[in-house]
């Protein structure tokens, strides 16, 4: 099959997230891929004119090696506001070239805009359109007064879609309250890697490059830094346990919006224990995990978070190690109780549930174990089976019209 995705983020640098893994397994299942993005971060690079060029970068691949990603980034205008404002043009000339010269089976939106211009097109041409929510998608939009039309272009793709793809159960109904036939609605879970995320991993070179001993008590964290992560109170309340409890370590890998803020308090409070690893390669996470004792999702339950499953969950989970989270209703929804997760009120509570748990080494083992455990029957290979034999059904069922 033709694959079309269209997004409006960076493949080439963030994540992997949930296309990366399924579009890589995908392409080395022999169906070609072809990637539709956008340089959400051309702000905080050097800027070379206020126009950036459409390129194209051949045979991609993040997660799996051999996979042959293909993908197109359109110009933009490199000013605020103007640069998702330019999308509408360049955008709606590279979906139709797209659609003219690479002929896809079926296109997969992940954006708002460009999405819905995409859904269009395809809608007018007879060509099968995906809908896949990873997120709520316009509560992410950062300026506010624009939530209100992103939420409009949102609920209109789910409504004129196909099929609707959504990562776990708060986000089905959360599609089907945007307007989505419950019918159209697949849940398509987050998957893990088994091979690459295990509990058999070693991260005792990892623990002695950063100092930490056998007996500290590593607290650990992955991802992008957003303001409502919870890091920053997390960070000031270790700084309060520092003399109580001087082995409790928290490392945090990863940049974003408070990672200089981080930087600083670390400074301020001379916070020895706070260790800031920055960004650091796909391949070295397995291995950052399991230098780990507990993993954290200390996230506030905002209007971001509420209804979503982050792929580190699993990853954590895979691992073997037991996560601390705040109460976010789809991360409860998808893990319930019993099954190696433990949830706090706030980020705040973190600390005081981590020194708990610290004081019973088997307990923390025992959750691991049944973290592991639960998270087995997620294997991306499943995963993609059942994303693919959606998108051949799909395909199927347009010709036969």
């Known amino acids: ?212 001993s056998r007996d500290d008590v590593v607290l650990f964290f992955m991802g992008w830094l957003y303001s409502f992560s919870g890091l920053k109170e997390l960070a000031a309340e270790l700084s309060e346990f520092r003399h109580t409890y001087p082995n409790l370590k928290l490392v945090i890998v990863g940049e974003g919006d408070i990672y200089h803020d981080l930087q600083q308090l670390k400074k301020d409070r001379n916070l020895q224990q706070l260790i800031l690893a920055g960004w650091q390669p796909y391949e070295r996470i397995p291995e950052f995990i399991a230098m780990a004792d507990i993993c954290l999702l200390p996230a506030h339950n905002n209007e971001i978070m509420r209804n979503i499953v982050p792929i580190k969950m699993y990853e954590y989970m895979g691992c073997g190690k037991p996560v601390i989270a705040t109460r976010l209703p789809g991360i409860m929804r998808e893990f319930g109780e019993g099954n190696g997760v433990i949830y706090v009120e706030k980020p705040e509570d973190v600390l005081k549930k981590a020194v708990e748990l610290a004081e019973d080494r088997q307990k923390m083992r025992e959750l691991g174990k049944k973290a592991a455990e639960y998270v087995q029957k997620y294997s991306w290979e499943a995963i993609t089976n059942q994303f693919e034999e959606l998108l051949k059904e799909l395909a199927k069922n347009k010709e036969c019209r």
């Open 1 to 212: 099959m033709r694959i079309l995705v269209v997004q409006e983020s960076d493949w080439l640098e963030k994540g992997p997230h949930q296309q990366h893994h399924l579009m890589e397994r995908l392409s080395l299942r022999g169906h070609r891929i072809r990637v539709i993005d956008f340089e959400i971060e051309w702000s905080r690079k050097p800027r070379a004119g206020f126009y950036s060029e459409r390129s194209v970068f051949n045979s991609v691949s993040k997660v799996c090696e051999g996979a042959d990603i293909t993908v197109i980034r359109p110009g933009i205008l490199r000013l605020p506001l103007f640069d998702f404002g330019s999308v509408v043009f360049t955008h709606s000339v590279e979906i139709y070239r797209q659609i003219r010269d690479f002929r896809p089976d079926v296109i997969v939106g992940f954006g708002i805009l460009n999405t819905f211009m995409a859904m269009r097109m395809a809608s007018r041409r007879r060509i099968p359109f995906i809908y896949y929510l990873i997120d709520a998608l316009h509560t992410l939009i950062p300026i506010s007064k624009l939530r209100f039309l992103g939420k409009v272009l949102e609920s209109n793709t789910l409504r004129g879609c196909d099929a609707v793809c959504v990562i776990n159960e708060e986000l089905k109904r959360y599609a089907i309250e945007m307007g989505a036939q419950p019918y159209k609605v697949h849940v398509v879970r987050a998957g893990i890697d088994t091979e690459r995320f295990n509990p058999h991993l070693d991260g005792c070179g990892l623990r002695e490059k950063f100092g930490i």
